[in-house]
């Protein structure tokens, strides 16, 4: 099943503006990891934030991470026609499982 | 370095047919993943190894089989396929097994039609 599930789903702005994409997470976790896929191409990680952090920068973009909500933003600031992907939120579960699980990505389209 | 190289790129299956799905990586990363991706549906992992000899199963490992004889080289073998397995398949690799702090890396995915 899958771990963590981003809202929305689909996400439409204008150039310029900021977008904000959610991730929603149902066990406790070591860690947790935004991705970006381009259409047809595979995952390029974008940021890591641990489970004892609460926020962390790169660039044009801000993680926040709730865990007592189980949840995290991803927040892209002064967004430009090249942020057009899709971005995943992906959740390393403790509990000694070795996985990245992922959850099913929000669509972000920047219109010109 | 090239990262992380799956091929074939594209490939059209007849159901029943078997294949095998190559991945190959060049950072010494311990750990490889293959996970598909079906629309709706995000990334669901198949099976992955923290290391040469390795390798235990994830969500969705029925109909696959996988090996690790080598650090670089993770193959994943699909033994009768079916049209439930149309999907986008990618390998992943990462210096760390998880729960270690560090990043995925993806290659560019193989689409596999099974008519």
């Known amino acids: 099943s899958q771990q963590g599930e981003e809202d929305p789903q689909a996400l439409s702005i204008q150039e310029g503006e900021n977008a904000t994409m959610n991730c929603s997470y149902k066990?406790?976790?070591?860690?947790l990891q935004w991705y970006r896929q381009n259409s047809g191409r595979g995952l390029v990680h974008l940021i890591l934030?641990?489970?004892?952090?609460r926020e962390k920068h790169s660039g044009r973009l801000r993680v926040t991470l709730d865990t007592s909500k189980k949840s995290s933003s991803l927040l892209i600031t002064a967004s430009r026609a090249a942020d057009t992907a899709s971005y995943f939120c992906?959740?390393?579960?403790?509990?000694?499982?070795?996985?990245?699980?992922f959850g099913q990505g929000t669509r972000l389209t920047i219109n010109p | 370095n090239a990262g992380v190289t799956q091929t074939p790129k594209f490939q059209v299956l007849k159901t029943g047919q078997s294949m095998t799905l190559q991945c190959a990586q060049d950072m010494n990363h311990e750990y490889m993943s293959w996970y598909r991706q079906d629309p709706g549906m995000g990334l669901r992992l198949i099976h992955y190894?923290?290391?040469?000899?390795?390798?235990d199963q994830g969500e969705v490992p029925n109909g696959y089989n996988v090996s690790r004889s080598t650090t670089e080289d993770f193959p994943l073998r699909l033994l009768s396929a079916a049209p439930s397995q149309t999907s986008v398949y990618f390998c992943?690799?990462?210096?760390?097994?998880?729960?270690?702090?560090?990043?995925?890396?993806f290659g560019q995915g193989t689409r596999l039609t099974v008519v």
């Open positions: 992906a959740t390393v579960p403790l509990g000694g499982a070795q996985k990245l699980v």
């Open positions: 066990t406790s976790i070591n860690n």
């Open positions: 934030i641990r489970s004892n952090e």
């Open positions: 190894s923290v290391g040469a000899g390795i390798t």
């Open positions: 992943a690799s990462s210096y760390y097994p998880p729960p270690g702090t560090t990043e995925a890396f």
